[in-house]
């Protein structure tokens, strides 16, 4: 029984791409005034419709979970946006045909690539004070994305994203 769930957790960790995220903040922000939020109404994600409400119940349940509240007259409002491209295989075999004589030379390389490229998507997460400083927080995440995940694994996907993104919220200021 420990085997299979040591062999559970190893299919778990290799199976998760990492996620990286960008952070930027107002340095002047004062952090602690900031106890209530809310989404913009008019959020264009560029996620479907699903994918959205699965993004938005995970920063709702993360943001909960830090102690801050939703309500409708809030002190910040999020804005989210999202784009996915692809990114080229960096996987290359390199095939090479060279000759020389007597200090004259030449020779001719060619790399080809091996493997697909992968699709990536990018999440950008912004906290908006509209009242004073405007844009105060940015994450920008990056990780893979596979178009036929099922609505499970896309929601523990978006959860893990939330987590690693709300990791730098708010920011640790020296």
Do not use: H
């Amino acid at each position: 029984m420990k085997i299979f769930k040591y062999f559970a957790l190893i299919l778990c960790l290799a199976s998760c791409a990492p996620i990286y995220v960008n952070y930027d903040y107002e340095k002047t922000t004062n952090f602690n005034e900031y106890k209530t939020y809310n989404f913009f109404s008019n959020i264009e994600s560029g996620l479907n419709e699903l994918d959205e409400k699965r993004l938005i119940a995970a920063l709702d349940y993360k943001l909960n979970e830090m102690g801050l509240v939703k309500t409708q007259n809030a002190s910040f409002y999020i804005d989210i946006k999202s784009n996915e491209f692809q990114e080229a295989s960096r996987n290359n075999v390199g095939v090479g045909v060279g000759g020389g004589n007597r200090g004259f030379g030449g020779g001719i390389s060619v790399g080809i690539p091996v493997g697909q490229s992968s699709i990536n998507r990018q999440i950008t997460i912004e906290f908006v004070d509209e009242n004073k400083t405007g844009l105060f927080w940015q994450a920008t995440s990056e990780s893979s994305f596979k178009q036929n995940q099922s609505p499970e694994k896309r929601e523990a996907r978006f959860k893990a994203i939330v987590n690693k993104v709300l990791e730098g919220y708010p920011p640790d200021i020296k």
